[in-house]
């Protein structure tokens, strides 16, 4: 019984000090709100959203490297290849060399969400993703 004593004075304290530090820790650290899309959306409805941050999901129609273009950009195309594509995700080489795969080759198909603000490239609504997380499979 003295044994018991013993440890639950010194667990106590430890216990206590365990969960206040737990109870800072989560008001310090949690998500930005601004990096959490404000909207889901499908890549048909991108050009209402212009300048706006969202998640856009939908069926890759095209996945292409751009070697010839500076920057060596990936395009994932939706709706339909290029040039009569409806909405465009690009992504830098400077931002997919450090991803685990090439994004041109991960995401050739299927249906995918990407997350950023969306912007306008030559009429077409476009997204830009710079960082590997923000790009991932979705589910319809």
Same mark, same amino acid.
């Given at each position: 019984?003295? @044994?018991?004593?013993?440890?639950?004075?010194?667990?106590?304290?430890?216990? /206590?000090?365990?969960?206040? =530090?737990?109870?800072?820790?989560?008001?310090?650290?949690?998500?930005?709100? @601004? &990096?959490?899309?404000?909207?889901?959306?499908?890549?048909?409805?991108a050009?209402?959203?212009? =300048?706006?941050?969202? &998640?856009?999901? $939908?069926?890759?129609? &095209? /996945?292409?490297?751009?070697?010839?273009?500076? =920057?060596?950009?990936v395009?994932?195309?939706?709706?339909?290849?290029?040039?009569?594509?409806?909405?465009?995700?690009?992504?830098?080489?400077?931002?997919? @060399?450090?991803?685990?795969?090439?994004?041109?080759?991960?995401?050739?198909? $299927?249906?995918?969400?990407?997350?950023g603000?969306? @912007?306008?490239?030559? $009429?077409?609504?476009?997204?830009?993703?710079?960082?590997?997380?923000?790009?991932?499979? $979705? &589910?319809?």
């Open positions: 019984m003295r @044994s018991l004593r013993k440890i639950l004075i010194y667990l106590i304290p430890v216990f /206590a000090l365990l969960m206040i =530090g737990s109870l800072i820790f989560s008001r310090v650290i949690r998500p930005d709100a @601004s &990096q959490l899309p404000a909207v889901t959306l499908d890549y048909t409805q050009a209402d959203h212009i =300048g706006q941050r969202a &998640q856009v999901c $939908g069926e890759v129609a &095209q /996945a292409r490297l751009a070697q010839e273009i500076g =920057g060596s950009p395009f994932l195309n939706f709706g339909a290849p290029h040039p009569n594509q409806s909405f465009t995700v690009v992504v830098w080489e400077r931002d997919y @060399s450090r991803w685990t795969e090439a994004p041109h080759r991960q995401f050739a198909q $299927g249906y995918v969400c990407a997350v603000e969306i @912007s306008e490239h030559q $009429g077409r609504p476009q997204l830009v993703v710079r960082q590997q997380q923000h790009l991932f499979f $979705g &589910q319809r």
